[in-house]
């Protein structure tokens, strides 16, 4: 049998709001949940802050299966 493959949630946060990612994504690496976090910054970017409230700043943090904080990334 293969071993399993950690977790990663990807959490949203701006001033006024935090959106829990409950489910998470198996990965390989936390430089894999890295790069993962920038590419779906750069595909939010358009659409959320277009959608969002001029100034507004939100950021992707991902978390492992410790809640522990890897990595925030700016959208």
Known sequence: MGTTMPRYFFHLRSKDHFIWDQEGVDLPDATTAQGSADKMAAELRGGL?????????WTVAVTNEGDQLIHVTAL
């Open 49 to 57: 802050l277009h959608e969002s409230k001029h100034g507004c700043c």
